[in-house]
């Protein structure tokens, strides 16, 4: 702790010790020990002395006892040779400030000079009940208690509309060599003068309506939001009277509240600043103050130096860790997660982007804090008026989060969700992930105003709203220039390669816990992914890690632990534990579930699979081997369908022996249909796909004693059909050739 602020929360405690000795000492003489003494309906008599200190104060005699304690906690300021600690007595002062300025306004009360015309003055029980359940359970992210004035009207209007922009409560207190916060917003328009200036003569509600109470001119004032915020611990928390750790405690954890001083500090703003952190609320100020970083009395930082008016807000949430919270989502069609399984037929579609048509990518990075500008949504080429109705345009979302307990590991997850959120506006079909994404906008939500920004916000809003506990601050860069979708690809392909590479190694026989996904159900109302360390999500963007940390973030989420159980068949990848979770899950359709085969009990297919697998009848009957086709590949295939025919038949959620939706990244696997012998069963796969995983296959096939067996691996380039495809593998001497038949 600084000595120069200890020093100046010290002489501002006895500062103010002393006034509230004097005043109640005249107040005594004037009207004698049994006075009552009280603030306007409540039923906590002075709240912060019958939280802290138990006392129920109800006459002038009694309030003697807040007098005493506070002469007790006043710490004599640090010397100017001895180093002491210093953090105890500026914690100290801070309690004995508080109770002090709680006395000297109920004095004020007494004396009829306190509220001030144009102030709010104390808050009573009724409005802390109404307003204080949403301050503690979260629908009012905090409150701010803006000490001061800000250097101009300008930038009192920019601070006060940062602070609506989030919804967070903001209490004016105090001034600046005599200028108020209060009457610059006047000037600015953003508050009523006076009654009259309101729409029905009630400045109050007028005030609680904008988000926007003005306490009192003095920094004493700070005590109407402080004891309104204690008594939360006593209403809501439940604690007793007196027990002030557990109200502190309370405070810290439970309330989001912080100090913002505008303009210069002297000692009572120091020592009040110290109060308030006593109860958990850090301070941050635009001026010149030694800072204290070190966290423990508040759960972050807390006194904190931002010059930048630009970023103070923001500056004050992260410190705070003020979870932001959009209650309503202002685009132009409905949100719903009813809209989710919603498709958008091709007459019906304004545009489309992605799918077979043009690039489309989603990639979310997490950040530093003061790397992200949250709600910053920014878009990088034309928006989707600019093509024809039933046109295609290139789109990418660059998404990049901050937050004080995100990790990287909780990167894929994230992403993962822009296909749930994006489906969830009215009009708006989303499939895929990465960098294979489609996505069409229906004429009705374009007509409605709907426009790519309107997607961001959406993202923006769902991804602060589903993960509070690791999201605090989001921004989204939109694409639609090509060359810049390039840019950031190249960017992206690495980071999925090495979120990929993470779970490799690992073996399905190390864990005894799979996970489950179930976010495909809105498509496929049965389908359940199984994933495994040497089986990822059909999709590709889910492993076995990705489906961890999913369940560690939200545990009644999507993505579910999956006891193995005891093992029915080891060759196949059977448990007795998945069968009963997939049964369960996949509304009893599923009964069984072999993890490891293409011909029995494979596991469903939705329809976001990276790529179809699918066995090669031969004009002989039998079937020695399989076919693999991608999603970006448009081509006629050996088994004459072309993917969106084949996925046609294999998705919806059905088991469906012989055809099986996987991630790419399966075929290189141990476990890929090792049932059936694994890898030497592929005759066939588009080149694109063989080039991208050849290095993989050749590691595979070594492993498996089949050197050199990518070459003997057909593709487009000598085969679409089964008669040109048999003589080609026959000349190659294709190991599945000497298989027994699948069928
Ligand atoms: S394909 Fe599977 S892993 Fe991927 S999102 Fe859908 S259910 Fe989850």
């Known amino acids: 702790m600084s000595k120069v602020v200890a020093a100046a929360a010290v002489r501002g405690s006895h500062a103010v010790a002393a006034q509230a000795e004097e005043k109640l000492k005249a107040a005594l003489e004037k009207h004698g020990e049994g006075q009552p003494l009280a603030f306007p309906e409540t ?139 209060r009457d610059q917003l006047i000037e600015a328009g953003v508050l009523p003068r006076d009654a009259s200036e309101t729409e029905d003569g009630d400045l109050q509600k007028a005030w609680w309506g904008r988000y926007i109470v003005p306490l009192g001119p003095d920094t004493e004032s700070i005590i109407y939001a ?3 915020a204690i008594r939360g611990a006593l209403t809501f928390g439940g604690h007793k009277k007196g027990d002030w750790k557990a109200c502190l405690d309370y405070t810290r954890a439970r309330i989001f509240a912080f100090g913002l001083g505008l303009g210069d500090i002297d000692d009572l703003k120091y020592a009040s600043g110290a109060g308030a952190i006593n109860m958990g609320f850090p301070v941050i100020c635009d001026t010149e103050i030694p800072e204290i970083r070190p966290t423990g009395v508040c759960t972050y930082e807390e006194l904190v130096r931002e010059l930048d008016h630009q970023r103070i807000v923001e500056t004050c949430v992260e410190v705070r860790g003020v979870k932001v919270t959009v209650s309503k989502i202002d685009i132009p069609v409905p949100v719903a997660a009813a809209f989710e399984g919603e498709t958008v037929r091709r007459d019906d579609m304004q545009v489309q982007f992605g799918g077979k048509y043009t690039k489309a990518f989603e990639y979310l990075r997490m950040r530093e804090m003061g790397e992200v500008e949250d709600g910053k949504i920014e878009l990088v080429g034309p928006d989707c008026d600019a093509v024809e109705v039933g046109g295609a345009m290139p789109l990418g979302f660059r998404i990049e989060v901050a937050g004080r307990k995100m990790q990287e590991d909780f990167e894929p997850i994230l992403e993962r969700q822009v296909h749930t959120i994006v489906n969830h506006a009215m009009g708006v079909f989303h499939m895929g992930q990465r960098d294979l994404t489609w996505v069409r906008i229906s004429k009705d939500a374009f007509a409605a105003g709907l426009r790519l920004r309107h997607l961001g916000e959406l993202l923006r809003a769902e991804l602060l709203q589903k993960f509070p506990a690791i999201v605090d601050k989001v921004q989204i860069t939109i694409y639609t220039d090509e060359a810049e979708i390039d840019r950031v690809l190249a960017e992206a392909r690495p980071v999925w390669q090495a979120r990929d590479a993470r779970v490799a190694g690992m073996t399905d026989e190390s864990v005894d816990i799979f996970y489950s996904c179930t976010l495909c159900q809105s498509y496929a109302p049965n389908h359940v992914c199984v994933i495994s360390p040497e089986r990822l999500g059909l999709c590709g963007a889910y492993n076995w890690l990705d489906g961890k940390a999913a369940y560690e973030i939200n545990p009644a989420g999507a993505n579910q ?85 084949l996925a046609g038949t294999v998705g919806g959620g059905m088991q469906t022996p012989g055809f099986l939706g996987i991630g790419r990244l399966y075929i290189v696997s141990r476990k890929f249909i090792s049932a059936e012998g694994g890898l030497p069963r592929v005759l066939w796969m588009p080149k694109e796909l063989k080039e991208a995983l050849a290095e993989r296959i050749e590691e595979r096939a070594k492993e498996m004693g089949l050197e050199g067996f990518l070459g003997k ?29 699948l069928l």
């Open 43 to 181: 039923a906590f008599y002075l709240p912060m002395a019958y939280a802290l200190l138990g006392l129920e104060v109800s006459t002038l005699g009694e309030a003697r006892q807040v007098l005493e304690t506070v002469k007790a906690l006043l710490p004599e300021e640090p010397s100017e040779r001895l180093w002491l600690p210093y953090l105890s007595s500026a914690l100290d002062a801070g309690i004995a400030t508080l109770l002090a300025e709680e006395l000297l306004k109920a004095l004020a009360y007494l004396e009829g000079e306190e509220p001030l015309e144009g102030w709010h003055g104390f808050i009573s029980d009724t409005i802390l009940r109404t307003l204080g359940i949403q301050l503690v359970d979260g629908r009012l992210p905090g409150f701010a208690a803006v000490v001061g004035a800000a250097p101009d009207t300008e930038t009192a209007v920019h601070v006060i509309r940062e602070l609506q922009k989030r919804n967070i409560l903001t209490f004016l207190i105090g001034n600046h060599q005599g200028r108020t916060m």
């Open 226 to 228: 402080l004891n309104w």
């Open 561 to 645: 632990p999956v006891p193995k159980g005891r093992v029915i068949d080891e060759v196949k990848g059977q448990w007795e534990g998945v069968n009963e979770f997939v049964y369960q899950a996949s509304n009893k359709s599923v009964e069984r579930f072999n993890a490891y085969s293409l011909m029995e009990d494979p596991m469903t297919s939705c329809g976001c699979f990276e790529c179809i697998m699918a066995i090669l009848p031969e004009p002989t009957g039998e079937v020695h081997g399989v076919m693999i086709v991608n999603r970006e590949y448009p081509g006629m295939t050996p088994c004459g369908m072309p993917f969106t025919t």
């Open 713 to 741: 691996i057909a593709d487009e380039t000598v085969a679409t059909t089964m008669e040109e495809l048999m003589p080609w593998l026959q000349e190659k001497d294709h190991p599945a050739l000497k298989m027994p038949s």
